[in-house]
């Protein structure tokens, strides 16, 4: 019998089940829907949906009716919970929290907050850094912010990008993944501090005058975290 993460790694090694999960980051999906995406028949589907089961990447959610007789439709989504094939063993997000426990002080919550944002921006900047040198340090308007940074550099994160809405003056994005989204659950001031002040220190490196507002909020409950981007002349 296989070990957990020889199941894992299997799980993973597959191009069409990597398909099927960045389709149920953007939320449950019916079989139908999932084979309307990745263009396999739904039997096959299913047989992937097992796998990701298997190894407690997905779950079945609840069911729903389109109306008539008959058994109603399965849904599946993400569990959300975290795995790990990495070998020996590593637990950085227990690092996270105790490092966050220490760090985010009720009494001075307001102060902790900008403290937050600062290391955001510090890190937007080196952000801005390696961006600049991979792209060149040009002048950016919303159509190459949208071409280079979200839909290349972002993604190269895992942040699971989509664009909402594009002209010359707005970008509006959203990510449905969080990198920090056990501990931002938790620490939501403060991870969500970091974060703005991540793409705030990032337009900033890149010289980009804007403002910029955050919709949507994974940590806060809401299916994305969503960003509108106004370029400024």
């Given at each position: 019998m296989m070990d957990t993460q020889t199941m894992v790694g299997k799980a993973m090694g597959n191009s069409l089940r990597l398909q099927i999960l960045e389709e149920l980051v953007?939320?449950?999906r019916t079989?139908?829907?999932?084979?309307?995406?990745?263009?396999?028949?739904?039997?096959?589907?299913?047989?992937?949906?097992?796998?990701?089961?298997?190894?407690?990447?997905?779950e079945e959610f609840e069911p729903i009716r389109k109306g008539g007789p008959g058994r109603p439709y399965s849904r599946y989504k993400l569990t959300g919970k975290m795995v790990n094939i990495?070998?020996?063993?590593?637990?950085?997000?227990?690092?996270?929290?105790?490092?966050?426990?220490?760090?985010?002080?009720?009494?001075?919550?307001k102060e902790v907050k900008s403290k937050f944002r600062q290391i955001g921006v510090a890190t937007g900047n080196a952000f801005a850094k390696d961006f600049s040198a991979r792209y060149g340090d040009k002048k950016w308007d919303i159509a190459n912010l949208r071409k280079y940074f979200v839909e290349e550099y972002v993604k190269e994160f895992g942040l699971q990008p989509e664009v909402i809405y594009s002209d010359e003056s707005k970008?509006?994005?959203?990510?449905?993944?969080?990198?920090?989204?056990?501990?931002?659950?938790?620490?939501?001031?403060?991870?969500?501090?970091?974060?703005?002040?991540?793409?705030?220190?990032?337009?900033?490196g890149i010289k980009m005058p804007n403002e910029f507002t955050q919709t949507k909020?994974?940590?806060?409950?809401?299916?994305?975290?969503?960003?509108?981007?106004k370029a400024k002349s």
């Open positions: 953007k939320g449950p079989l139908e829907e999932l084979s309307n995406c990745t263009k396999l028949k739904s039997e096959s589907i299913l047989h992937h949906i097992r796998i990701l089961q298997q190894v407690g990447l997905v990495q070998y020996p063993q590593r637990n950085y997000a227990m690092l996270s929290e105790i490092l966050l426990q220490q760090l985010a002080d009720p009494a001075n919550k970008l509006q994005y959203r990510q449905y993944n969080c990198l920090f989204l056990e501990v931002a659950k938790k620490y939501p001031s403060e991870i969500c501090a970091m974060s703005e002040g991540i793409l705030d220190g990032f337009l900033a909020c994974l940590a806060c409950g809401d299916d994305c975290c969503e960003y509108i981007i």
